[in-house]
């Protein structure tokens, strides 16, 4: 099963560089802002519910949807990118194993805990 989910999400990361090439944006973009993100982890320097709220809403695919569709019905190529850039980051985070956080700490997620562990259920 962990294969098979890490396969999945391998193939959501090829349609985001799919969706990405088809708005004729220079790759540099792409790239240079895939780890953006990851911004959401500073939310975890006031706190642990804090820190997951703000990591799970940069790393939510649904609201990866929701940012390129309000891009589209709005004509926005910012919006659209920011959705694929979003979406693009949470699949390739998935498939090395990083989930959705509880508010619990920063390696309790949706996909098993993270880290060194005694009963590890990561991807």
Known sequence: MKGLLKLEELG????????????EQSWWWFFGLFLVPDIGMTG???NEKTGSWTYNI?????IALLVFFTGVFLSSMHLQIAGIILFAHASFDR??????????GFK????????PSKNKQVL
């Open 44 to 46: 975890y320097l006031l």
């Open 58 to 62: 940069f790393h939510h695919k649904g």
């Open 12 to 23: 959501m990361l090829i349609l985001s560089f799919w969706a990405f090439h088809l708005t």
């Open 95 to 104: 498939m090395l194993g990083y989930g959705l956080k509880y508010e619990k």
């Open 108 to 115: 309790f997620t949706h996909l098993g805990e993270i880290g």
